[in-house]
């Protein structure tokens, strides 16, 4: 592994928290992540359903280069790897388990997670080469689930994506999640749209506190 992509999943697995946006304009999206980062929040994926996502991806990397930890997601297609490291992506990340862009991915030299369901699909997914295993949809299944998976893949690091709350985001991390991904949950669509900025923000904050809380539980800390 090199020293880059072991700097990354180091910073995901300190953040714990990811943001995933899928923004409805370029300009929207980059106020949406500027919300976000008043509130705390610095682990930014980006995703292809976003329109222009590379161009995005090239401005919030000239914007705020090592402040924030910058990613890609939504990856569907091969030739995406590419363009996302060269955007100034440190991460990628793809919605399903799918081999040759699983092998693209592990092969690129940043952070790769691929995305799983089935037991048969986050084995095949490790086995690909990803560094995390993302659950997605969390939304059908819950933090038990994952707790289930870790019983005979202890090894695979995981994410979940989806189903993800500030009211249930320590139960997610009590159940063995590396880290997290959220996105409407942390970023309504309608509140960017109706340009409610103060209000993600605010939510912003409320999962960081979260998120903290729910590490100062596992280290056993009061």
Known sequence: MNNEKAAT??????????????GPAPDVTLRMVEALLAGGVTGIEITYTTPKAAEVVRELDRLYAGA????MGTLTDPTQVAEARSAGARFIVS??????????MAGSGLAAMIGAFTPSEVFAAWKLGADVVKIFPGTLCGPGYLKNL?????????MPTGGVSVENVGEWFAAG??????GGELCPPAAAKAGKWEEITATAR???????AARQRQAGKP
Not at 68 to 71: F, M, S
Not at 95 to 104: F, M, N
Not at 206 to 212: E, G, K, L, M, N
């Open 150 to 158: 870790k019983g005979p893949f202890p090894q695979i690091a995981t």
């Open 9 to 22: 999943l180091k910073r995901i697995q300190e953040l714990g928290l990811v943001a995933v946006l899928r």
């Open 68 to 71: 924030i930890l910058l990613g």
């Open 177 to 182: 999640a590396f880290a997290v991904g959220a």
């Open 206 to 212: 409320r999962f960081v506190a979260a998120v903290a």
């Open 95 to 104: 919605p399903h388990c799918e081999p040759e862009l699983g092998r693209a």
